[in-house]
């Protein structure tokens, strides 16, 4: 058989006590080091961040290697979506008001035009929401609201509140804000009667922003 295969009867024997060539040993040693970092990263590190973690275990490996070997070997990272929460919801019965802002960022004096916004922000112990109220003439925060729910009471109709007392209304009032459900809602706009001010809201497919 080795007359045959041009082989030299010594390296058959070494063959049979040694049927793993070196390279292809270092070669499997490296996939066991990449699948134990894979498997304590949860499945979640791409080759990127495996080849830094192997190189802070002395490992010195460049990324392409360990990307080759992880799609040799089929080692895939799990892409997870990112969680986007949504805190504007336009799909109601409510009235909806014009846009009279127009992206008119312009103000002559405090309580002449306020813009309003709703957004969360993500804690360890859960998702807190923030309901702020800006004045445009100083872009000063004249009132805002932090809450653990999107309900109108604890959002838009608190900051609100704390709006006009910290800046009464002396004049007409321009309010402007997206067609959220916390603007649109009885709740709020009960806020709004008997008070000089005029509800304005963005058009849906205008960018995020005011």
Known sequence: MCKVL?????????????????????????????????????????????????????????????????????????????????????????????NHLSRDFQATGPAEKWVSDLTYIRTGEGWLYLTVVLDLADRKVVGWALSQTMEAEATTVAAWQ????????????????DRGVQYACSAFREQLEGVPVVQSMRYCFESQGF
């Open 6 to 98: 041009q082989v030299s009867t010594s390296g058959y024997y070494y063959w049979l006590k040694h049927p793993v060539g070196v390279r292809a040993g270092k070669e499997q040693e490296l996939v066991e080091q990449i699948k134990q970092v894979y498997e304590q990263s949860k499945r979640r590190y791409g080759s990127p961040r495996i080849a830094v973690e192997l190189k802070e275990q002395g490992v010195h490996v460049s990324r392409p290697r360990v990307a080759r070997l992880m799609q040799k070997h089929q080692v895939k990272s799990i892409i997870r979506k990112k969680y986007r929460m949504q805190t504007t919801d336009s799909s109601h019965a409510y009235t909806v008001a014009e």
């Open 162 to 177: 704390m709006a006009i007392r910290n800046r009464p209304l002396s004049h007409s009032l321009l309010f402007h804000s």
